[in-house]
């Protein structure tokens, strides 16, 4: 079987003249993806479980030619730890999805030697997948901090899954033994409480895993990163360092969430009317900072949208948001308080059509309506793809006679990923051996890889990985697998699983481009002619009461292709027909209009 070794750096892939492969490059291909699955559809051959003594073996199901459905195996002899099971959010040729998860047969093939998963943050490209992949590999112990404990709970409790793996909650400064793992953690910053690193011990070698992170000397949590541990863990010898990349190719360090503060204190300052702060429901930081201004202006908060009211909770259960009392306000008890008085914090900064900040904006929200005066925050960065929807609600909020402030007229905004500067700062505390930039697209890895060699990391040590492609490390020595294991993308609509493909996608495209056309035949199934004129129904395609001559035709077309095409007047070849039909009729429709409609040819035997 063929299997692409993926290019290190500074050595041309063999098989494309790029190195840099964009995310959109990945997605809209259904026929390069189906042709990826035929290639390693055999995986089971090139599993990567074959007796292989010494070898830890380090494979990302997801995150490192994406931002999202984040998922490594990190798999010694017979143990297996699965570090991180996150989602993420499909791109508009995707219609009609919800979310997308990586592949996880293997893991179903191989649950039984499944040690444990062990999660770094809270947020859902980290932890969003599990209920869809935790009951498929046999519910295996989680291990991760306690905030993030609780919010996968939350999240299993949703799916009627509570219960069924345990949650364990880890003491940061208490080893953890999975087998043959031993796990250490440190403490860095992001835009969630409790993000950990992790370092890995096995007999074959030391890992450290950082992802999702940056360096906050004045963190809202007040709890920088544990730079000593990390300088510790550095001095014992690390065989790989796995670091985040989605920054790689910002110069610079990250903004402090303190500074941030004084931004949001600033809009506090400002505004007259209400504030409607809109964000993530899981930066909880930013959350604490837009309290803290609330309490300092004497602002009463009311917390809207269902996500971002659960997390509150939450963190404030576990000490992790600090809440002056009676801050927090119903919704009804705000409208009878003075405009300036009020601060609405809502979920929907993607612009989400359900979330509280879309139906505050259409004028459906059941307790707020947005007035003139009001200022509206919107303080996160649109996720790629979402540019449009965000923009639709921030035109609906102007047109009430809003404020809108958002990262490109106020910075209001920080990224939790660390800038060039910090990851190289990283880079020098572990002093790895070898280096694998993971948590971002091909081309932010071969940035963070750039990075990694001005520090004197050689090139030859610098693995760039796709998705299922697979390190082995023995004896501390890293070399990359000519084996790969199967990746894919699993889609998530509705509740299903799985069960919408390549082929469910195509078909929804073409309808949403160019509608459907629907050709109903009675054929006789004696001699194969059609009995009476083909039905025809279009929805989205043409106006039939206008387009009465086109459908003249294209009945007059069915019964050629249909009656040319049954020499054999006995045994009529339905299936055949069909095709010739779909073909035909497609062909034909396209000679006159230019569009492309699905064609369902039905055919009902008389
Ligand atoms: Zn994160």
């Not at 505390?429 to 081309?443: N, Q, R, S, T």
């Amino acid at each position: 079987m063929m299997t692409r070794k993926p290019p290190r750096i500074g050595r041309r892939r063999p098989d494309s003249g790029s190195h840099v492969r964009s995310f959109s490059d990945r997605r809209p291909q259904f026929f390069a993806t189906a042709e990826r699955h035929r290639q390693t559809a055999d995986y089971a051959k090139t599993s990567v479980s074959e007796k292989t003594p010494g070898v830890l073996k380090i494979v990302p199901l997801g995150g490192v030619e994406e931002v999202g459905e984040n998922m490594t195996i990190f798999e010694y002899e017979n143990d297996i730890i699965v570090v991180d099971m996150g989602f993420a959010f499909p791109d508009e040729n995707m219609p009609g999805i919800d979310y997308i998860i990586p592949d996880t047969k293997y893991l179903q093939e191989n649950k039984n030697r499944i040690r444990g998963v062990v999660v770094t943050h809270g947020h859902l490209d980290h932890i969003g997948a599990m209920p869809y992949i935790l009951p498929k590999i046999g519910d295996p112990p989680v291990f991760t901090m306690p905030l993030t404990a609780a919010l996968i709970e939350r999240r299993l409790d949703e799916f009627h899954l509570l219960g069924r793996s345990q949650i364990n909650r880890l003491d940061i400064d208490q080893a953890l033994n999975l087998g043959a793992f031993t796990f250490r953690f440190f403490r860095l910053n992001h835009n969630i409480p409790d993000s950990i690193g992790l370092s890995i011990k096995t007999p074959a070698g030391h890992v450290i895993y950082a992802t999702d992170w940056k360096f906050d000397h004045t963190p809202v949590d007040n709890k920088p990163s544990e730079f000593h541990k990390i300088a510790r863990f550095g001095g014992e010898g690390v065989t790989v360092l796995m670091s985040d990349s989605t920054n790689a190719e910002v110069p610079g360090y990250s903004l402090s969430e303190k500074d941030l503060g004084e931004t949001i204190d600033r809009v506090f300052r400002d505004a007259s009317g209400r504030i409607i702060f809109a964000t993530f429901s899981t930066l909880i930081n930013r959350i604490q900072q837009v309290i803290n201004s609330a309490a300092k202006y004497d602002r009463k908060v009311v917390v809207t949208g269902r996500s971002i009211v659960a997390t509150v909770e939450i963190a404030f259960s576990l000490g992790m948001l600090k809440i002056p009392p009676k801050i927090i306000v119903r919704a009804e008890q705000a409208n009878r308080l003075p405009d300036g008085k009020v601060v609405i914090l809502s979920t929907g900064s993607q612009g989400e059509e359900s979330a509280s900040l879309a139906r505050i904006a259409r004028g459906e929200h059941k307790t707020v309506s947005v007035r003139p005066g009001d200022t509206v925050v919107i303080s996160a960065s649109p996720i790629p793809g979402n540019e449009r929807s965000v923009a639709a609600v921030m035109n609906n909020l102007t047109r009430l006679g809003a404020k809108v402030l958002y990262i490109k007229n106020l910075d209001i905004h920080t990224s939790g990923h660390a800038k060039q500067e910090d990851l190289k700062m990283m880079i020098s505390l572990v002093k790895p051996k070898y280096f694998m930039p993971i948590h971002g697209e091909h081309h932010m890895l071969v940035a963070h890889a750039g990075l990694a060699k001005n520090l004197g990391v050689p090139e030859k040590n610098i693995f760039i990985l796709d998705n299922g492609n697979i390190l082995e490390i023995k004896s501390a020595e890293a070399k990359l697998s000519e084996k790969k294991l199967k990746t894919g993308l699993v889609f998530i609509d509705g509740l299903g699983v799985g069960d919408v493909g390549e082929v469910v996608l195509r078909d929804r495209k073409v309808m949403a481009e160019d509608g459907m056309f629907v050709v109903i035949m009675q054929i006789d199934r004696k001699n194969g002619k059609l009995f009476g004129p083909p039905d025809i129904i279009s929805r989205g395609f043409v106006y039939m009461k206008e387009s009465e001559d086109l459908l003249r035709e294209v009945k007059h077309e069915v019964r050629k292709v249909v009656e040319t095409k049954s020499q054999k007047p006995q045994e009529p070849n339905w299936a055949y027909i069909r095709s010739r039909v779909r073909d035909q009729i497609g062909e034909f429709l396209f000679q006159r209009t230019e569009r492309r409609p699905l064609i369902l040819p039905v055919i009902i035997e008389v």
